[in-house]
Every structure is written in C-alpha cells, then in structure tokens.
C-alpha cells in the first residue's frame, strides 16, 4: 500500500506532544503519516497533505473502522498510535472500506487473514490487536468485545498477542474482573433502582390528588409517542446499540465507547423516536452514556499519565533515585 510519513512543522512553543495517525480520503487506499499534536492540528493538515479543496469545508475526521466521527479533542488523545482516519469534506458520508480491512487498529500483516475466516474468529484478532497497542483499551471496550477475548483459547491468544500463556491468562482474568466489576454495578444500580421505588410505596411520596395528573400525563406521553412513532425515525444508530439500549439494564455498561459517543451525539428526538421512548427517558439514558463515557476516559488518561511518571523515573540516573547521604567525617 503507497503511502507518506509527513510529522509536519514543530508545534509552537515545542512542548506539546504529537500523536502519530494514519490519514486518507474517502474511497482511497493511499494513507499518509501525520503526527498532529491535537484534533485541530490534524484537521489543518489533512486541507494540504490530502489536497482538499478549503471550499469544501468543515472538513469532518471518522475512524476508518466503523465511521465513528471524532470531534471530541480528548478522545483523540485517547485513541491509540497509528489509528486510521478518514477525511470527509462537505457533504461525504462515510462507506466501509476493506482496502484497510476495516478497522483502525489492525496492522499491514492483519491483511494477509484468510478471507474464509468467520466473522467472531476476525473479531477477536482485531480485539486482540487493539489491546496489544495499548492495553489501555480494555476500559473503552463493550461486554461482548470482552467476553469475546475470555471465550478465545488461551493459546490462540497467546499466539496473537506474542505473548507466553501465563502472560495471557492473567490477561483473560483482568478482563474477566473488568466485566465482573460491570455486572456488580449494574447491579447495584438495579437495587437502588427498587429501594426508591419500595421509599415511594411507603411513604406515599406521591399524594393520591396528584394520581389523576399522573394518569393524564401518562396518557399524554402515549399520544405523544404514537405521533412521534408516526413520523419517520432519522438515527444513524446501529441496530445492535439499539438493541442494547432497550433491552440490557443499565446499558452504558454494555457498550464500548465508541458506542457511547455515537448514542450521546444522537438527536434525542430521533433516538426518542426509534426506540419508542419518551424524550425524558432518552435524555437520561444519554446523560447516563455521557458519564459512563467521560469516566472510562478519565481512567485511561490517569493510566497513560501513571506511566509517563514511571517512564520518567525509570529514566532518571541511580544516583538521582536513591541519593546516598554523605557520611559525616568523625573527626
């Protein structure tokens, strides 16, 4: 596959630190190497190095994996080396591509996989090569993306990862605790749910006068609801986040990250619409994305700095680390 290295001119003020990424057009095998120090850096480099007409602004960055548009500057910096963008300009739209076998995070061997392979045999693999660059990422991924990794044969594993079979078993019991760690808080939150509702049974929190409204209101939201299902629906969401968000509980658990961000973005009306809610509930269940998404977020970026901290004192001198007194002369 052709492609350029270009890490552009130094940022000002030279300590800002650029993330490498692999840029394209759409419907182009060509990439290029850009290192952007942030999101409008990359942005501004993609009008000159793909050639883009400035008329045809705003220019508008997705991953060349599923189409997710990234417009938010911190989950670019949480995105790994080397992911794939695809610049859209104007009115383009993205369409899957398997010139770079559709996904972000695989490398150039990744194109040599068998074509017969099943679809979960090449999830898996790209799982694998998502946490193999940075392991980070198993807090942005989805409770079926982990349970696929524990379900996978240690040693095919192993053998994806270049790691030994110890290595990798403890590997599969960390995601195993992540996903244990989902389901406690599902359900705990499914427990509060009940405690509130058994406070308002007890202690007749709502008043009987108040009940006929209550009634009328609930009469209201189902008119409401026929008119809105009478109108055409307009997400763009995927059918398996619409099924997670209708049928798991607590579904900000359930979701990647990227899952998260699309639903957060969506116009509640639209989404309102296509799960046959009520704007009221929608709206909570997208604030409930937002937080779950802007904490795994915050647990990677914590991470990332813990390890630049240990980077920098594993890098400092011996003599710096444990600085020996001075013995005292005794006379």
């Known amino acids: 596959m052709e492609g350029s290295w270009d890490a552009g001119a130094p940022e000002p003020g030279g300590n800002q630190t650029l993330k490498q990424c692999l840029l394209r057009r759409n419907h182009s095998r060509e990439q290029h190497g850009v290192a952007a120090s942030c999101l409008e850096d990359l942005k501004r480099k993609a009008y000159d190095i793909l050639a883009i007409d400035k008329s045809l602004a705003p220019v508008t960055l997705v991953l060349a994996e599923d189409g997710t548009i990234v417009d938010d500057d911190d989950y670019f910096l949480c995105l790994p080396c080397n992911t794939k963008f695809v610049a859209l300009a104007g009115n383009e739209k993205w369409a899957y591509s398997n010139s770079d076998g559709g996904t972000a995070w695989l490398s150039q061997e990744s194109m040599d996989v068998d074509e ?19 392991l980070a990422s198993i807090i942005l991924l989805s409770e079926e993306d982990l349970q696929v990794l524990i379900d996978v044969p240690c040693s095919d594993l192993a053998r994806e990862l270049c790691q030994s079979c110890v290595t990798v078993q403890g590997l599969q019991n960390t995601l195993q605790q992540v996903l244990d760690q989902r389901e406690e808080a599902r359900q705990s939150k499914q427990l509060l749910e009940l405690y509130l509702q058994a406070l308002e049974k007890e202690g007749s929190i709502l008043p009987k006068q108040q009940e006929p409204e209550a009634g009328f209101s609930d009469e209201r939201d189902a008119v409401d609801a ?37 639903v957060t973005k969506e116009d509640p009306k639209a989404l309102a619409v296509a799960l046959n809610w009520d704007i009221k509930k929608t709206e909570t269940v997208q604030q409930a994305c937002n937080q779950e998404l802007s904490l795994r ?32 002369d005794p006379t």
């Open 116 to 134: 017969t392979d099943s679809g979960a045999g090449l999830r898996w693999k790209n799982v694998a090569r998502q946490l193999k660059e940075d």
């Open 226 to 262: 026929g008119v809105s299902r009478a109108s055409p629906s307009e997400t763009a969401l995927p059918s398996q986040i619409l099924t997670a968000l209708r049928e798991k509980p607590a579904p900000e658990l359930s979701l990647s990250s990227q899952d998260l961000e699309l």
């Open 297 to 328: 977020l915050q647990q990677v970026q914590s991470l990332h700095s813990l390890r630049s901290i240990s980077a920098r004192r594993s890098s400092l001198p011996g003599e710096l680390q444990s600085p020996k007194r001075a013995k005292l």
